[in-house]
C-alpha cells in the first residue's frame, strides 16, 4: 500500500465547490469497508470460533477528553475564579450525595434482606422441625424448593424482561464505562431499580450469590443520575449541575459512585477508593481522588448511621459495611515465619480453584449465549437453579450426622436440630441454611471443633459448582461473598487438617485464621484484583495485623491463576466482544505504527460543509466512527485540505436539530445562538439522524462548523508506533485520534487519496478533468503539504490487538 | 509579534548548505532571551521580593517519556516475547531488592538509634540520679547540652559540608523527582550514607526530628541504585538490568523505593503505594502499582523479620515499622456518633496549628536561605539548637512537679525519678527524656491520669517551637514524628479537658483516643496528605476502627490549613525556586494558549547537521532547553523547514564523543555502529560539553541525526488552550512539547522567523541576497506549509503560571 504511487485528482472536484471556497468533502461517502478487507487478508472461513475473539462494532466510545470549541473556551474564560470555587465545591456537595444515597441503598438492601430472609428461613425452619418429628421430610424441601424458585422467579423476571444489562454483579460493565465504552442504558435509574429488586430477589431467594456486586452497580447509577441534576427518565429537569452534563465530569463521578458502593458493601472507604483507581482510572489526579474518598467516606458513614438506628444503638459507627466479616481477636501472635509458606501454598490452591472456577463459567457463559438467550429460557433456568441449591442444601443437610453442641452465646440465627440430639444442632445446616454473609462469618469465627473436615469437605465442593452454575444467570447477583464463603470452607478445612497432622496442634489453634485466608485465595484466584482486595479484606475484618498474608496469598493467587485463563469479569468482558483497553500495550506490538492500525480513508467534513452532505454522511451506516475531522481547503491554491478539528456526530446532530445553518442565521439575526446549553440538554441521549427532518431547500444550505468543532485535536504522525499511540490514547481517555501525515514524501498519503478519488471520477465520469488535473500534480508532486489527515485512531483500532498464545493476535470486528 | 508580517530570509542561508541538501540551522545562536523580555513588560525593579516568586532555571526535567528513536525501536522489534517476559520478571526482582535493602537499612537505623540513644540517656540518667542527690544539676544539664551538641555537630557537619541535598527529610526532593525534576545529586549512593549518617546522629542527638522522612529518600536512593544495575560513584558495573538505564523505568523503581520506605518506616505498605500515588505518579498503571506494593511488602517483612531477631522472638512477624504505635484496644464500641464534632473540631485546631507551623517555619527558611548559607553556619546553628533543645527540656523536667506512681509494668524506659519521691517518677521526663517515638507511643497508650494537663500544655507549647526552629536544619531529619508528638499531647489534653468540664466523664474514658485524632490533625495540619496518610495511620495502628474519624480529621485539617497556607514540603519546593507541575492547570488559565506560553524562537537543527554548529548550540548556555527540535529541508522547494523529529542535549553529547560523523562513517564502514547500549553507558552523568574535544577539522563534518532523533514527538498546535497543554503534558510526563503552526495564514509563524533570519542575514551583511530571497518569497506567501516548528513548551513555560491571591500570576524566571 504504501509503496504505490498514484495519481492525484482529489482537486478536480474541490475545484467545482465555489461560493464559499470550501470543496466537498473529499471521502465522503466512500467510506470502504477496510475490516472485511483485513478478514479476508487473513484467510479466515466465514465461521465465528469464538464470541471472545471478535470485537463488537455495537459498542460507542465515551468522550474523555473535553471537547475544547470555541463556546467551551468562551464559557471557560468568562467564568471567574469564584466560579471555578463553587464549581468546585458543588463537586464535592455531589460526591457526598452520592456517598448518602449509596448508603441509604445498601442499607435498604441490606434491611429488606435480612427481613425477607428472616422470614422465609422460619417458615421453613418451623416446616422442617415439624416434619422432622412426623416423617415426610420431602415436603419441607418442596416448600423450600418451591419458595425459593418463586422469589427467584420474581427477580429474574423483572431482569431478564425489563432490563438485561441489570444482570450479573455490574463490576464488568462499571469497568468497562470507568475504561470509555459505553454500554447502553448501564447506569439509568431503570437499571438502580431493576438491580436493586433483583438483588433482593436473588439473595432472599437462596442462591450462592451475594449483594455486595450489585451494590458498586448501583452506586454507579446513583453517581451517574445525581451529578446531572436531572432524570430523563422520569422527565425531570431540576437546572442544576449543569456543567456536569458532558462525559468528562460523569466518569469522575461514576468513579466515586462505584467507591462509595465498595465503601457501603464492605465498610472498606479506602479500600472502594482503590477499586475505582484499580479497576477505572488511568490518571491519577489528586482532588479527585480525595473526592472519591469524600463520597465513600459519606457513604460508610451513613450505611452505619442508619444501621446503627436499625439495630437500636443509634451512634455506634463502628460496624462496618453490608458485610461484617466480625473482629479477629488479634493478639501479637497472630502467625509466625513458619506458616508464611502455608499461606502461599494456599494461594497457590486458590489461584488454581479460581482458575477451574473461571474456566468452567467460560464454558457455561458460552452455551448460555448460544442456547440460553430468550428471556423465559432465562427466567426458567434461574428457578431450575434456584430449586436444585434448595434440593442440595437440603439433601447435604439431611445426610449430614455433624452434631455440634448448641452453646450458649450460640451465634447461628437459624439452628437446626433435625435428626441431631437435643440442645445440638446440625452443623451442615449453619452453611447451607443461612444467608451466605452470616455463613462466611461462621467460618472465620466460629470456635474450634464447630465444624468436622467432611462437612467441609462436602460444602466446598457442592457450594463450588453452585456458585459457578449460579454467575451468569439472569438474575442481579455478585460473585464476592459465595468465593469468599468456598474460600473460607477449604480454609478452614486446612486449618483442622494442618492442626490434625502435626505433633504440637496447639500452635494452629485457630482455623479461622486459616478460614480468612482462605477466603482470601479464592477471591482473589476469581477476581484477580490485589491493591484494592488486600484493603477490603483488612477493612472488612477490621484488622491490619493479616494484612501482609493477606497480600501474599492475593499475589499468589493471581499469578497462579493469571497462568491459567483470565480473571472472571474479564473473561464476561471478553465474551461480550467489548473493545475493553488494557493498561498498556501488548509488549511485541512495537512493530505496529499508526499507519497500519488506524481506521483509513476516513470521512471528513468540512469547515463549511452542505447540509445535505452532513445528513448524507451521518445516516450511512458504515461511517461508525462518530467523529469527523474537520478539514479547510485553502482558497486559490491546488493544496490537499488541511486538518482544522474534530467534530463529534452528536454535535453535528444538535446541530441539525437546531437548524444551524449559515443562511438562516442571515435571514434570523435577532435569533439566539446556539450556546453550549443546548448542547448540554441533549446530552447523553442524543436523537438519532432518522428522527431529524431536513427539507430539500434545507439540504442546499450550508452549516458553518468552526465554533463547533473542537479545534485542537490530538495529532499523530503515521509513523508512530503503537505503543505511543495506546499511551496516549489511554492516558488523555481519548475516542478519536486524527493521524496525519507528517512526511515530504508525499507518496505515501496520497496513495489512499488517490484511489478513493479516481473511483469516484471515474464514476462521475470525469475522465478528462481528472486526467489533466493529475498532471497538474504531478509537477507539484513535491510541494503537497502536510498535517493532511490520513486516518483516524478509534478505541477499537488499539483494543483489536492483543497477545495470544502465537505471539500478537488481531481480533476480528463484527456488528454482533 | 503575532501581527507584525516581516520578510522571510532563512532560505538564503539553506541555499548555501550545498551538498546534503539541508540547510544551517535557522535559529541557532539566536537564541533572544524571552524571559528577561517579560520581566521588563511586566515593568518590575530588580529587587526580588521574595524566592518563591521565581523559577529556577538551573533544574532540568526527567524524560518520563520514552525516546522512541530508531535505535530504540529496531530494539524493542528486536525482543521477542519471552524477552518481554524476562524483563518483567527482572522488574520482579529488582522490586524485591529495592525492599529487601530499603528494609534492611531502616533496620539497621533503628538499631543503632536504640543503641546508642539507649547509652547516652544511660549516661545522663546516672549523671542526673549523682547530682541530685549531691546538687549540682547544672552540670548534668551541661553534660547533656554538650553531648547532644557533639552528636548533632557530627551530623550537621557531614550534611553541610559533604552532602547538602541529604539535608531534610528528603520527601520534597523525592516529590520533585517524581514529579519529573532532576535534583543534582538526590539520588547517588554518597547521599545515601550521609544520609544514613545524618539521620542517626540527629534523632540519637535529641533533636525534636523522626527518622521516618529519611527512610522514604533512602528508598528512593536504593532503588536509583540497584535498578540500574551498577554504581557510578564506585565505578562498578555489574552488566545487569541495562534496559532500566532511562528516565522513565528509573522512576517507575524510585516510585517503588519511596513506597518500600514508607513502608518501612510505619509498618504502612498500602500507605506506602498511596503515598508514591499521591505524591508522584500522574499516570496510574496496574502492573507498576502491583510492583510497588510487592517492593513495600518486603520492605515491611525485612524489617520485622530482622527485628524479630534482634528482639529475640524470630518469627514473629506482626510488629510493624519503625514506629510502632502500639495497638489500640479497639472495643466495637470505640468512639460514638456526638464524638465525631469533637473530632472535626480537632482536626480544625490542627489545621491552624499546622498552618502557623508552616508560616513560621516559612519565615525561618526565608531566613536561613538569606543569612545561613554558609556550612559552618548552617553547623553552628544545628549545634544550637541541639543544645537549646536539650536546655529546655531539661528546665520543663526541672520545674516541674508532675510526680507519678512507677507501675508494676512501667513502660518508660528511662524513668527519671529527679525531686519525686521513691517509687514515682517525673512525668514531663516521659515526654522529653526520651526518643520521639517512644513518647508518642507513651500518649497513646498510657492509663488515664498518667500526664497532667499543664505538663501536657507545656510539653505542646515548647515542643512546637522547637520542632519548627529544627526543620530545614542542615540535618537529615523528618518531620512526622514531631508532628505527631505536638498533636498527640495537645490531643491527649483535650481528652482530658472533656472528661474534666462533661458532667459524666467517663464516657470520655480513654484520653489516648484523642491523642490519637490530636496526632492525625497536628500532622496532616503539616503535611496537608489525606489518602495516604489516613492508610498509614491505620496501619500503624493496627486497627481500623478509627479509620472514619482519622480521615474526617485530616480532610479538616487540610482544608483548614489550605485556606492560610500550603503544606510543609509544598512550601519547601516553592522556595527553592523548583518548576513543580501541580495536577492540574490553573483554573483561570482557558484564556492561555500555546502560542502565549511557549518559549520562542527554538534553535531547531538540521536533519544532517554540521558538528560545529551542534558544538556551538551545546556550548551556548543561553539554549537551556536541552532539547532541540529537528527539521528537514524540502530539496529544492523554497518552503521552510519541517518538523521530523526531537533530539535530546544528552544524546547529542553521546554522539558527538563518539564521533558519529558522516565522513567518517564513510571512511572506517567496519566500525561497529552506535547502539543503544552506548547511551545507556552514558546515563546518567553526560559529560558537559567542554569536556569533549572536537577539532577544527571535525568540525566541518556533518552528523546524521536520523537515527537518533525521536521521530514522533508529541506536538500541539499553537492554538492549543494552556489547560489541554498542561494535561498533555503532565500525563505523559513530558520534558518537551513542540508547538507546531497549523494556520494557513502564514504571517504569525513567519513574523518569529523572519526576525531571526533578518538580524542573522544583516549581520552577514547578505542583504542583496535577502531581499532577492524576500520577494520571491512573497509571491509565494500563501503556499507556505504547515508544521513548522514555531516553539517549544517546556516545564518551566507551565509551572510558572499559578493562581495567586490576585488571579492567575506568572512567576519570573532566574538562573538562581
Known sequence: ?????????????????????????????????????????????????????????????????????????????????????????????????????????????????????????????????????????????????????????????????????????????????????????????????????????????????????????????????????????????????????????????????????????????????????????????????????????????????????????????????????????????????????LFIAMGAIGGLLGALFNVLNYWLTIFRIRYVHRPCLQVMEAMLVAAVTATVSFTMIYFSNDCQPLGPEHTEEYPLQLFCADGEYNSMATAFFNTPERSVRSLFHNQPGTYNPLTLGLFTLTYFFLACWTYGLAVSAGVFIPSLLIGAAWGRLCGILLATITPDGSIWADPGKYALIGAAAQLGGIVRMTLSLTVIMVEATGNVTYGLPIMLVLMTAKIVGDYFVEGLYDIHIKLQSVPFLHWEAPATSHWLTAREVMSSPVTCLNRIEKVGTIVDTLSNTSTNHNGFPVVVKVSGSDEPPKLCGLILRSQLIVLLKHKVFVELARSRLTQRKLQLKDFRDAYPRFPPIQSIHVSQDERECMMDLTEFMNATPYTVPQETSLPRVFKLFRALGLRHLVVVDDENRVRVCVSVYSCMSLMITFLSLNAMMMMMTAVVLTSHFWFVTLLQVVGLVTRKDLARYHLGKHGLEELQLAQT
Request: glycine share 10%; charged share 20%.
Open 1 to 341: 500500500m504504501a509503496n504505490i504511487t498514484k495519481k492525484v485528482s482529489w482537486s478536480s472536484r474541490a475545484d467545482e465547490s465555489g461560493a464559499a471556497g470550501e470543496g466537498t468533502p473529499l471521502l465522503n461517502g466512500s467510506e470502504q469497508p477496510r475490516h472485511s478487507r483485513q478478514e479476508s487478508q487473513r484467510g479466515r472461513p466465514k465461521e465465528i470460533p469464538h464470541n471472545e475473539k471478535l470485537l463488537s462494532l455495537k459498542y460507542e466510545s465515551l468522550d474523555y477528553d473535553n471537547i475544547e470549541n470555541q463556546l467551551f473556551l468562551e464559557e471557560e474564560r468568562k467564568m471567574s475564579y469564584m466560579g471555578f470555587r463553587c464549581l468546585e465545591i458543588s463537586r464535592w456537595v455531589v460526591c457526598g450525595l452520592i456517598g448518602f444515597l449509596t448508603g441509604l441503598i445498601a442499607c435498604f438492601i441490606d434491611i429488606v434482606v435480612e427481613q425477607l430472609a428472616g422470614i422465609k428461613y422460619q417458615v421453613v425452619k418451623e416446616n422442617i422441625e415439624k416434619f422432622t418429628e412426623v416423617g415426610g421430610l420431602s415436603i419441607s424441601l418442596l416448600l423450600w424448593a418451591v419458595l425459593n424458585s418463586a422469589i427467584v422467579m420474581l427477580g429474574a423476571i423483572i431482569v431478564a424482561f425489563f432490563e438485561p444489562i441489570a444482570a450479573g454483579s455490574g463490576i464488568p460493565q462499571i469497568k468497562c464505562y470507568l475504561n470509555g465504552i459505553k454500554i447502553p442504558r448501564v447506569v439509568r435509574l431503570k437499571t438502580l431499580v431493576v438491580k436493586v429488586g433483583g438483588v433482593i430477589c436473588s439473595v432472599v431467594g437462596g442462591l450462592a450469590v451475594g449483594k455486595e456486586g450489585p451494590m458498586i452497580h448501583s452506586g454507579a447509577v446513583v453517581a451517574a443520575g445525581v451529578s446531572q441534576g436531572r432524570s430523563t427518565s422520569l422527565k425531570r429537569d431540576f437546572k442544576i449541575f449543569e456543567y456536569f452534563r458532558r462525559d468528562t465530569e460523569k466518569r469522575d463521578f461514576v468513579s466515586a459512585g462505584a467507591a462509595a458502593g465498595v465503601s457501603a458493601a464492605f465498610g472498606a472507604p479506602v479500600g472502594g477508593v482503590l477499586f475505582s483507581l484499580e479497576e477505572g482510572a488511568s490518571f491519577w489526579n489528586q482532588m479527585l481522588t480525595w473526592r472519591i474518598f469524600f463520597a465513600s467516606m459519606i457513604s460508610t458513614f451513613t450505611l452505619n448511621f442508619f444501621l446503627s438506628i436499625y439495630h437500636n444503638k443509634p451512634g455506634e459507627l463502628s460496624n462496618p459495611g453490608l458485610i461484617n466479616f466480625g473482629r479477629f481477636q488479634g493478639d501479637s501472635v497472630a502467625y509466625n515465619l513458619y506458616e508464611i509458606p
